[in-house]
């Protein structure tokens, strides 16, 4: 496939064959004003203009990019880079089909996904110190407010009013309604709200004999969003990333009731800062993947008990190109979804899931239409719930998990909770087979 111009020699400069970016994958196209020029390669896309040059976009980035519009949003004037704080990434995007709009952007991290922000909101919050002031990340995009505008961070919310003014408001708690109807297995739910309450919700029965219903929510913790990532271990154990790179175990002993009962809160690891997103295996597993997309293996193997050190090995290369995803969740026992940008989910089994061994089943698709979601994640079996932009909570099974099974091995989706706001990120509990238990 031919790559021509500007746009070659970017592509050269980021790697060539051997970049992130890899092979292309159609002809250079013209963009929507007719000027710009755009090439598809497998790990994302350049953009040139005569105006901005030629720029990379890819991940959810770009997945984002397109669902807004494209260049219709903003030619990119950056490549996709690293934030400041290690922890997130961007571009910044020059709105030429809009003449004397201001610079735009979309920032991304593991817990928030991937948030356009731009005009005053955007200029107030760069004033403000960008990701690294009060405010902290975008967690949504704008939404109306009354007769103005308003959008979340991860400190609070600035809301435009028609006057100009923008007026900064406080982290509010979760807010949102579950159904009281059945589905078909229990699960065990946690959603971290923008204020920090760690929000239970579980469908069990308390009784045996009974039939399973819904408990919660209940708010069984604070102070929880300042990982940069929480985690099923498996069981009712908990990992969290905190900013510094550092692991943290916890098991909640209060998981049947929702009742604030836990065990840990202390250091197990470090290191994890390396990582610019941490998937959760099941079974004390866990998957880094690294800015230049290298997927990492490890396993605590008292996960249960939390005593970390020695008995949390791994750190092995198992892996590449895992930056191309826009999501990455798991079903257990080695089985990991990817998201394309372009909505399409793939489905790997790792079979060197128990020792971290080099061992993959062949990529095969079975799904799509999973692109715009704000995440996505597994609570074992097969069960996948995956959550709105509009707050809805969609709960998801895949019959064929275990070989791969094609799109129509999927059931239809349930809802399980509506109008879900203030959501910083959410989970589920994975279960632990026998043999993995103490």
């Known amino acids: 496939m031919p790559i021509y111009g500007a746009i070659v020699v970017k592509w050269r400069r980021l790697g060539a064959l051997a970049g992130f970016l890899g092979a292309p994958l159609a002809r250079e196209e013209s963009t929507a004003d007719g000027v710009g020029r755009m090439q598809r390669f497998a790990g994302g896309v350049i953009v040139w203009h005569t105006e901005t040059g030629a720029f990379s976009i890819r991940g959810a980035i770009l997945a984002r990019w397109l669902a807004i519009g494209a260049v219709r949003y903003g030619f990119p004037i950056t490549d996709e880079l690293a934030s400041p704080d290690g922890i997130g990434r961007f571009n910044h995007f020059k709105p030429l089909l809009w003449p004397g709009a201001p610079d735009a ?47 979340r961070f991860a400190g609070g919310t600035l809301v435009w009013n028609p006057d100009g003014r923008i007026e900064q408001r406080a982290p509010e708690p979760l807010v949102g309604t579950f159904p009281t109807g059945a589905i078909p297995t229990p699960v065990t739910l946690y959603a971290i709200s923008d204020a920090g309450q760690l929000m239970w919700r579980a469908f069990r029965s308390n009784v045996a004999g ?5 408990h919660g929510p209940r708010e069984c913790g604070s102070g929880w969003a300042g990982f940069r990532a929480v985690l099923p271990a498996g069981g009712a154990a908990i990992y969290a990333v905190r900013p510094d790179g ?3 175990w916890y098991r909640h002993d209060g998981f049947n009731d929702g009742s604030p009962v836990w065990a840990g809160g202390h250091e197990v690891n470090a290191g994890w800062h390396m990582f610019e997103r941490v998937v959760p295996g099941g079974h004390g597993v866990l998957y880094g993947i690294q800015p230049d997309g290298t997927l990492r293996w490890y396993r605590d193997s008292d996960f249960l008990g939390g005593s970390g050190g020695i008995n949390i090995r791994g ?3 198992i892996g590449s190109g895992w930056t191309m995803f826009t999501h990455v969740f798991t079903a257990g026992k080695g089985v990991l979804y990817g998201v394309e940008p372009d909505g399409s989910l793939y489905w790997y089994r790792h079979f060197g899931f128990e020792n971290g061994s080099v061992g993959w089943s ?29 707050g809805t909570l969609l709960r998801y099974e895949h019959r064929g998990w275990e070989t791969g099974g094609a799109m129509d091995t999927w059931t239809e989706a349930q809802a399980v909770a ?5 959501v910083r990120s959410m989970f589920a509990l994975m279960p632990v087979d026998a043999k993995w238990r103490p």
Request: glycine residues 16%.
């Open 105 to 151: 952007s979309i920032y991304w991290t593991p817990t928030t996904q991937a948030v356009e922000i731009y005009g005053d909101i955007r200029r107030y919050w760069a004033e403000a110190g960008w990701e690294r002031g009060r405010l902290g990340y975008p967690l949504a995009p704008e939404e109306p407010a009354g007769f103005g505008r308003q959008q």
């Open 418 to 422: 509506s109008g879900l706001k203030n």
């Open 315 to 317: 750190g092995m290369p």
């Open 246 to 248: 550092s692991l943290r």
């Open 362 to 390: 062949h990529r095969t698709k079975v799904g799509g239409g999973w692109g715009d979601f704000v995440t996505i994640f597994g609570a074992g079996e097969g069960v996948v719930f995956a959550l709105t932009r509009d």
């Open 210 to 214: 009974t039939p399973p219903t819904w």
